[in-house]
């Protein structure tokens, strides 16, 4: 059975900052592109990074460019997220995902990643 945990979200001042992370179980964790995505109240999931298999590469939104960086431990089974000069407009539910890549697909298609955790929530006030 695949579980994707998250953990690290919590209540954080505008400039502040977090280190989510992502413990993988039940799954091959190497052979998994892995990604974080979020969601605001009354918003769609968007995506926020994403990491290739063997952390070579990494993919961001414009919006958290320069203030996230993503990364993994394979030995560990699992992804961070450490986020710097957080505003009030990151605050959302953050989601990380495994997508195993049967078929070729862009980091921010959400649609082709095949597990999910159960989110972390994180709110900057202001």
């Known amino acids: 059975q695949v579980q994707l945990v998250e953990s690290g979200g919590g209540l954080v001042q505008a400039g502040g900052s977090l280190s989510l992370s992502c413990a993988a179980s039940g799954l091959t964790f190497s052979s998994y592109r892995m990604g974080w995505f979020r969601q605001a109240p009354g918003k769609e999931r968007e995506f926020v990074a994403a990491i290739s298999r063997t952390g070579a590469s990494t993919y961001y939104a414009d919006s958290v460019k320069g203030r996230f960086t993503i990364s993994r431990d394979n030995a560990k089974n699992t992804v961070y997220l450490q986020m710097n000069s957080l505003k009030p407009e990151d605050t959302a539910v953050y989601y990380c995902?495994?997508?195993?890549?049967?078929?070729?697909?862009?980091?921010?298609?959400?649609?082709?990643?095949?597990?999910w955790g159960q989110g972390t929530q994180v709110t900057v006030s202001s």
């Open positions: 995902a495994a997508d195993l890549l049967r078929t070729p697909s862009l980091p921010g298609w959400d649609v082709s990643y095949d597990y």
